[in-house]
């Protein structure tokens, strides 16, 4: 697994959430499991295009930081679950924000994303 060797610029709250969130399905699994998904394989069904390898490195990450606690079960075959901690929940109106601002312009998103991805093709 990579490790980082250089301390990150850690110099404002921009920073700081970049460090936190810095991944491209941290935000869809911190609002999955506020919405009730908390089994892994829950959350992969709801994000389908990350690998279960990536989605327990982001799950990892998000525990490591506090956001999120994970619950082993202590029976055959293993279950875990997982939850947002009170410090967790913090982010979710702010993610609600986020999505609320992509749902308003999302056809100017789209359009500039999709030009973006046609000019490279």
């Known amino acids: 697994m990579y490790e980082r060797k250089i301390i990150p610029n850690l ?5 700081l959430i970049g460090e ?13 499991i506020d919405q009730g998904y908390q089994r892994p ?6 994000i389908p295009d990350a690998s279960r390898r990536v989605l327990n490195i982001q799950l990892k ?3 490591d930081h506090g956001l999120i606690t994970k619950k082993i079960y202590p029976v055959v075959p293993p279950k875990v679950e997982y939850s ?5 929940e913090t982010l979710i109106p702010v993610i609600a924000v986020l999505g609320n601002w992509g749902d308003e312009h999302q056809e100017r998103l789209r359009s500039v994303i999709l030009n973006r ?4 093709s």
């Open 41 to 46: 394989s829950e959350l992969q069904r709801k």
């Open 11 to 15: 110099n404002c709250g921009l920073d």
């Open 84 to 88: 947002l901690t009170e410090f967790g």
């Open 20 to 32: 936190v969130l810095y991944g491209k399905w941290k935000i869809r699994l911190l609002w999955f």
């Open 117 to 120: 991805f046609n000019s490279e």
């Open 61 to 63: 990450e998000l525990e």
